[in-house]
């Protein structure tokens, strides 16, 4: 077994039951690690992230937000590590979302969520984050606006349809992602959470060996990837099963738990 010193975790669909509550095995599991840095990394802003924290004691750790957008210490909220995208190609891809009746979400730099129009998505985006949005006239935004990453949210059968349409343009100058069903997710094109878990490594002078990634779904990939030990769900997305080196129990089963417990981390 690896000697494993650092945990990236996904949240959603991960350490998160369906109900987006962490079971009590999951809680006791990570909280008795004690020469392991456990890490949630998620799609969400740091806001969505801060009540987890604090139920798991992770106040000596780091966060890593936004598919790795930005890396966060907890304790003094110190960025470690930020990337955004320009306004020309959040506007372009916003006018893309539009023309294909779907809608359209996005984080600026300063953590701020905006759409054009509130939905049922943006209500769901609101409640797992604890923030509001602001309605903004998106186009009127400047080219030089910076964000952190731009979003078209709709129903799962939409974004399937849609992922095989999205332009050339938006691939070559973004980090395009499913977070979700329901996000699909542009980013910066030299960012994602395994490029996070590399920096954040780094940092923290961990060999990349030394560490793990679990996760469930495609913005997961690149970290499972990347990582000593890549781990994915039972109730993963497909495309994560070349880049696992082990398959764990669902996020209704306690999975994170039992991926800790079966490779013997401490």
């Known amino acids: ?7 990236l975790c996904d949240l959603d669909g991960t350490l998160l039951d369906n109900k987006k509550n ?23 802003p740091i806001e969505g992230v801060l009540k987890y924290i604090e139920l798991l004691n992770l106040n000596h750790s780091y966060s890593l937000c936004y598919n790795g957008g930005l890396i966060i210490e907890n ?7 930020s990337s955004t995208i320009s306004g020309k190609i959040v506007k372009k891809i916003y006018n893309f979302a539009i023309k294909s009746n779907l809608n359209f979400h996005a984080f600026l ?8 129009e509130k939905n049922e998505y943006t209500a769901v985006e609101e409640k797992i984050n604890q923030i509001n949005a602001k309605v903004v006239d998106i186009n009127s935004l400047s080219d030089d606006e910076k964000f952190i990453k731009c979003m078209i949210v709709s129903s ?4 399937d349809n849609i992922i095989s349409k999205v332009p050339k343009e938006f691939l070559d100058n973004t980090n395009m992602v499913r977070s979700s069903n329901i996000f699909l997710e542009f980013l ?13 490594a780094a940092y923290l002078s961990i060999d990349i060996n030394e560490t793990m990634a679990i996760g469930d779904a495609d913005n997961d990939k690149a970290m499972l990837e990347y990582a000593g030990v890549g781990v994915a769900m039972e109730n993963r997305f497909p495309v994560l099963d070349k880049y696992a080196d082990f398959i764990t129990k669902s996020n209704e089963e306690s999975g994170v738990a039992y991926a800790i417990k079966h490779y013997n981390v401490s």
């Not at 304790?75 to 590590?81: A, S, V």
């Not at 799962?156 to 974004?159: F, G």
């Not at 030299?190 to 590399?198: E, F, M, S, V, Y």
């Open 1 to 7: 077994m690896k000697n494993i010193k650092l945990i």
């Open 22 to 44: 962490i079971s009590k095995e999951n809680i006791d599991t990570i909280k008795g690690l004690k020469n392991t840095k456990f890490v949630i990394a998620t799609g969400r």
């Open 75 to 81: 304790k003094t909220k110190k960025i470690i590590h």
């Open 109 to 116: 730099q300063n953590g701020e969520l905006i759409t054009n």
């Open 156 to 159: 799962k059968e939409n974004l």
């Open 188 to 200: 910066n094109k030299d960012i994602n959470k395994g490029l996070g878990l590399k920096i954040l």
